[in-house]
């Protein structure tokens, strides 16, 4: 069913057109045809201002459609006094009236809302969901609070949930956060081709549990670069902080001139360009790049019972030069705090180095390349090799001396200080007195 807004107006009213909206809501199946069966309807505004003395709140399942086109070509302006929220979509719990309670699916479209000037709250928002619903082709400005104010919290009191929302073709303007999404129940959420700019702190803020989806979407103006010190940065392009959110951004884009976006670990920015200000451990591709990894990318093997799990990771979150981390993964999770690390120039330049828990003395593989003196190609093994297998398995290693500790049949040392009448190095040989031990015997003699 549609109604024009005029049907429910009442000369009484004045020029508040917030009862006649409210009578809308409250005369349209005000005893249903089917018990609990609150059934929406559409409510038509034409192309002229409507002041309104308090919030428009949904307690319905509807849709409030302006007229005109989109954004701030739309012909409906919907005006709120300072220090009133625009229009809040209600859950049952937070309803003003039990019946019908409920405007979860309302969408709302080709509207201006704006706020009067006057208030420093920043508690007043321009729409406030505490269900999901539907904005599209409206263009909200001049809120103390956020724009669209997003909070969803089914174990809160009152419980909320807001999971669901959809923004399409939308504009903030000169609010507190252009969007700003936050709580448990704010997930699988979309944002089409929403532009915020010109906001005090965030163009788009984030915080949600599981994470939202953002596509072609646009930041500019938001938030204040400050000085590195005395005057830190506030705000920004794009946050996303949930510490569980996987959220992706697609081809959305920032101009210049605002703080860096954060993301969290688990978000994913995949085209668009916001790359050259992205702080955080999320993963983006971009042009420049190809692919861009902030905090690795974890190859894991299966998971058996008994057996340790392990992870290879390429790149590091904590050190640089490091190409490959090989993770042995705790039985109840956790990175290996010790891992090996393909390390580039770690204690030598030019050498790719594979180093164990960033210890000096525990890298038992080298390889060089053209930047390193020896030149391009070479093998280097510090701490000797082991070749063979089982019982036929020798050890190789360097040394000035033979070792004091009894080694293995076929042990070679080879000597680090050779001289004429000396010898190459020691091998371990069974002891002719003793045929249970072996012993450390010269080879190789060197003619003076």
């Known amino acids: 069913m549609i109604f024009e807004i005029e049907h429910f107006y009442r000369e009484s009213d004045g020029n508040d057109w917030l009862p006649a909206i409210t009578r809308a809501q409250n005369e349209w199946h005000a005893k249903p045809p089917v018990a609990d069966d609150y059934r929406g309807f559409t409510l038509l505004f ?149 532009d915020c700019s010109a906001n005090r702190k965030w163009g788009i803020d984030d915080q949600s549990f599981l994470g939202n989806t953002y596509v072609a979407c646009h930041t500019a103006g938001n938030g204040r670069i400050g000085n590195g010190s005395t005057f830190p940065d506030i705000g920004g392009a794009y946050r996303c902080i949930g510490s569980d959110a996987r959220s992706l951004f697609l081809n959305c884009y920032s101009e210049g001139g605002q703080p860096p976006s954060q993301m969290s670990n688990g978000c994913f920015v995949l085209g668009g360009y916001i790359f050259p200000a992205i702080e955080g451990k999320g993963v983006w591709l971009d042009s420049a790049h190809v692919a861009s990894f902030a905090n690795g990318v974890r190859g894991l093997s299966p998971t058996k019972p008994g057996k340790p799990d392990t992870a290879a990771v390429l790149g590091s979150d904590s050190v640089g030069g490091v190409a490959l981390e090989l993770h042995r993964l705790k039985p109840k999770g956790g990175a290996d705090p010790e891992p090996y690390r393909f390390h580039y120039g770690y204690r030598h330049p030019g050498w790719w180095e594979l180093v164990f828990a960033d210890l000096n003395a525990a890298i038992p593989l ?41 080694g293995h049949r076929g042990d070679i040392v080879y000597n680090t200080s050779p001289h004429a009448g000396g010898y190459i190095g020691w091998v371990c040989v069974p002891d002719a007195l003793d045929p249970l031990h072996n012993k450390w015997q010269e080879f190789g003699q060197i003619k003076p």
């Open 46 to 194: 034409g192309p002229r201002e409507y002041q309104c003395s308090g919030s428009i709140e949904l307690i319905r399942g509807m849709s409030l459609v302006g007229s005109g086109a989109a954004v701030e070509a739309a012909g409906t302006i919907l005006k709120f006094p300072a220090g009133m929220h625009g229009i809040i979509c209600h859950v049952d719990t937070t309803a003003p009236i039990a019946t019908p309670g409920l405007g979860r699916w309302s969408i709302v479209e080709r509207v201006q809302i704006q706020a009067e000037a006057g208030s420093a709250s920043t508690q007043t928002h321009g729409v406030l969901m505490h269900a999901g619903m539907t904005l599209r082709d409206v263009f909200i400005r001049d809120f103390a609070g956020d724009g669209i104010h997003i909070q969803g919290d089914h174990t809160a009191t009152p419980p909320t949930n807001a999971n669901h929302w959809q923004i399409q073709n939308c504009r903030v303007n000169s609010c507190d956060n252009g969007l700003f999404v936050q709580g448990p129940d704010t997930n699988a959420g979309c944002a089409i081709a929403l």
């Open 366 to 406: 080298r390889f060089s390349t053209e930047e390193a003196p020896e030149g391009w190609g070479q093998l280097w093994m510090e701490n000797g090799y082991f070749i063979g297998g089982g019982r036929n398995r020798v050890q190789v290693q360097t040394g000035s001396e033979p070792p004091s500790a009894e």
